[in-house]
């Protein structure tokens, strides 16, 4: 019998690379999706060696119109795929109107556009087919906004709510396909490295968590069909005190607020 098939984007490392390695012991095969040909190669050759799965790369810049659409042709045309885990993003630092402005575009195709595009793309064959379903990887910041990274706070809250949308959707027609908005906080990944954030400078380790923990969260959540997944107990919390308090309020308190994304 044919293994099911996952298409994870930003694969190359952190989540993405984590996915990977959790949904080859499932016994998934793998398209994995980044920039960084060399490193998912190396990844592909760690998964086939150690569990046996194909895993196929595919190098791709879901900024840039031409590789999205190239992506969204394998997903609609592969009637093994049941799995796509958009994953890809990135952070940035400093106040909006003084931010590069192609890095904030850039931000925005690949949060906002390239997740709309390849659901789109993978969700028609998932509901013919009636299994599988989407991961889209979001964050505790699509709750809150703050100084100096408001197009990643806004661009996390849009796959959020685009998420829920397609859940009631689902549900709405019966279909047993399943959908997940993962939102995690800080996590032990490259990310903040990219950005030139030192992680001392942000949280005590109690508020970090490992990779694993955080996928292996989302997965058992995805098996059981849970909407949402928020990692750990402190952050379901911030996110229960954002989601209910008075908007007026959380703006009010984060308006005094000055954070290490801001360079002020």
């Known amino acids: 019998m ?26 998934y095969d793998l398209i994995l999706v980044a920039r960084r040909e060399a490193a998912l190669q190396q990844l592909a050759k760690e998964l086939h060696g150690n569990q046996g799965i194909c895993a196929t790369v595919v190098t791709a810049d879901l900024t840039r119109e031409e590789d999205v659409s190239r992506v969204c042709g394998l997903l609609a045309g592969n009637d093994r795929l049941e799995l796509l885990v958009n994953n890809a993003g990135f952070g940035s630092r400093g106040f909006f109107f003084e931010a590069d402005a192609e890095q904030q575009d850039a931000m925005h195709r690949l949060h906002v556009v390239a997740v709309e595009r390849l659901t789109r793309a993978v969700l028609p064959g998932l509901v013919a087919r009636a299994r599988g379903g989407i991961i889209n990887v979001a964050s505790v910041a699509g709750f809150i906004s703050g ?18 949308g397609l859940y009631l959707e689902l549900k709405s027609m019966g279909s047993p396909v399943k959908v997940q908005a993962l939102c995690p906080g800080y996590t032990y990944t490259g990310f903040h490295d990219a950005m030139g954030v030192d992680r001392s400078s942000i949280m005590g380790k109690g508020w970090w968590m490992s990779a694993d923990r955080v996928v292996a969260e989302s997965l058992s959540g995805f098996g059981s069909g849970k909407l949402l997944v928020i990692p750990g107990l402190r952050y379901k919390i911030v996110v229960a005190v954002a989601r209910f308090l008075p908007r007026s309020l959380l703006i009010r308190g984060a308006a005094r607020f000055r954070n290490q994304y801001a360079k002020r």
């Open 2 to 27: 044919a293994r099911p098939i996952a298409l994870i984007t930003g694969a190359s490392s952190g989540l993405g690379a984590t996915f990977a390695r959790q949904l080859a012991v499932e016994g």
């Open 147 to 164: 100084p100096g990274n408001i197009s990643y706070c806004a661009t996390k809250a849009w796959m959020v709510v685009f998420t829920e």
